[in-house]
């Protein structure tokens, strides 16, 4: 039963820590000015136990996605698709069925998803290491700082349910099971099509002979289909945008078109002539831009200027703030309970960039290792989608997201396991990222900026 138990205790365990310090820091706390979107647009309160529990986690992204499952994306197409459709078509669904808030029901499906996904977390490891690492690499990951955001109404729970649920499927060679989790999964983020890399490797290992004989492609063939099913997540992303939601729009705005309306055509024709998708098109509302790995860590390290063209409009030059220490001088010099609640302080760390630097280093360098110690297939899974948001940063955070990326990632986890096999390090490490995800949390239920 320890396969089961372990790693449902463990979740329980995040959820209720999560779970409490969110609702207390957002019942009692000082909130700072909200993010929501379309402001002034804010909100209705829930009332009740939803009140308590959800609206603390349902700030940031988690109201794009209920303006999404509420509205479908045609109402505003220029930033919509930048928020992959399945997580919201849930949401809407589990309204329908229940009655309750989209954001309630999406609350919901996040943290039964987180449970789920650690309990076939625990199967996948202990198929490829054993059950002592299986139950560290759950612990590991349920206490990362940034954690938090498997309780959250965001798709990192419903993602990693998917992603470890392919990846299980595959490796027991169950593959329309695992075809069929990778599609759902590249309908939730867009990194669910890096699911081929870690299939490709996994039908070589499993059909390596098969393959290299013509003869016998035939009896291989239905596996090759079910494998490739990811690859239809974008597919039927980019169609329901072009033939439901976005038509209408389509029609209002040809008669006047211009970059204020937004390009609302799916396949939006860029500056070289090349039709983009719209849930890439529309990434520069976040101020994303194309540039080299290099140039971005140079970025995020310290203040760069980089010529940018966003969307439609002519290029132009933007200074781009990288990491920024100066909060802890700030600490170092005036230690006290009311420099550490202060808003100016709590806001100078949460915009500081340091906390996606911080991850960012540690997640390569922890990939590093894992090319030695990893099965293959882990770290095709992982090394993709860590180095493609390094050829898309942001004017406003060169490493935006990253601390989320990272958490669906599981080999990283993985490696901190195999390398973490001291108790006492791993008590000190532990109640120490505890201690991170509960000021996390605090600034996330506060409208602070975390990832």
């Known amino acids: 039963m320890e396969r089961l138990g372990f790693p449902l205790g463990v979740g329980v365990i995040h959820l209720v820590v999560v779970q409490l310090v969110a609702s207390l820091a957002y019942r009692f706390g000082t909130p700072r000015e909200d993010s929501a979107p379309w402001p002034p647009w804010v909100p209705p309160d829930l009332g009740g136990w939803a009140g308590t529990l959800v609206e603390p ?8 996605y209920k303006l999404i499952a509420e509205e ?7 930033t919509y698709p930048a928020f992959w459709p399945l997580f919201p078509w849930l949401m809407r669904l589990g309204s329908d069925i229940t009655g309750v808030a989209t954001e309630t029901a999406g609350w919901v499906i996040a943290n039964a998803s987180f449970l789920v996904a650690l309990t076939l977390l625990y199967r996948l490891v202990a198929l490829d290491f054993d059950r002592t690492i299986a139950r560290r690499t759950v612990v590991a990951l349920a206490v990362f700082p940034t954690s938090l955001f498997f309780s959250a109404v965001y798709t990192e729970s419903l993602f990693l349910l998917l992603a470890v649920g392919a ?38 290992q499993q059909f390596g002979p098969a393959l290299r004989s013509p003869r016998r492609w035939p009896g291989v063939v239905p596996t090759l289909i079910f494998a490739a099913l990811p690859v239809l997540g974008p597919i039927i992303f980019g ?14 705005d040809n008669q006047n078109p211009s970059f204020e309306a937004g390009n609302p055509i799916p396949w939006a024709l860029d500056q070289v002539g090349l039709h983009d998708p719209a849930f890439v098109y529309v990434q520069f509302q976040w101020n ?51 420099t550490f609640t202060s808003e100016p302080f709590r806001t100078e760390v949460a915009d500081a960039d340091w906390l996606e630097l911080v991850c960012t280093v540690l997640f390569f360098v922890l990939a590093a290792i894992g090319l ?35 958490l669906v990632l599981f080999p990283l986890f993985v490696v901190i396991a195999l390398m973490i096999r001291d108790r006492r390090r791993a ?25």
């Open 239 to 252: 169609l329901h945008l072009e033939r439901h939601d976005v038509n209408a729009i389509n029609q209002r």
């Open 288 to 338: 994303r831009f194309q540039a080299d790995p290099l140039t971005t860590m140079r970025c995020a390290i310290s203040d760069c200027v980089q010529t940018v063209t966003l969307g439609n409009r002519p290029p132009a030059d933007f200074l781009i703030k990288g990491a920024e220490w100066g909060w802890v001088g700030d600490l170092i010099r005036s230690p006290t309970w009311g």
């Open 57 to 64: 986690l349902r700030l940031w992204d988690g109201l794009w």
């Open 427 to 451: 008590v000190v490490l532990g109640s120490l990222s505890v201690v991170g995800l509960v000021l996390l949390t605090m600034q996330f239920a506060q409208w602070y900026w975390v990832s």
């Open 372 to 406: 030695r110690r990893l099965p293959l297939y882990y770290t095709a899974y992982l090394l993709p989608p860590l180095l493609v948001p390094l050829f898309a940063p942001s004017t406003v955070h060169p490493l935006m997201s990253m601390p989320r990326f990272g």
């Open 72 to 78: 479908g994306y045609g109402e505003h197409v220029n």
């Open 167 to 204: 990846l299980y499927a595959a490796r027991r060679g169950v593959w329309f099971t695992a075809g069929a989790l990778g599609l759902l999964a590249a309908l939730t983020r867009s990194q669910g099509i890096f699911l081929l890399l870690p299939f490709a490797v996994l039908l070589w």
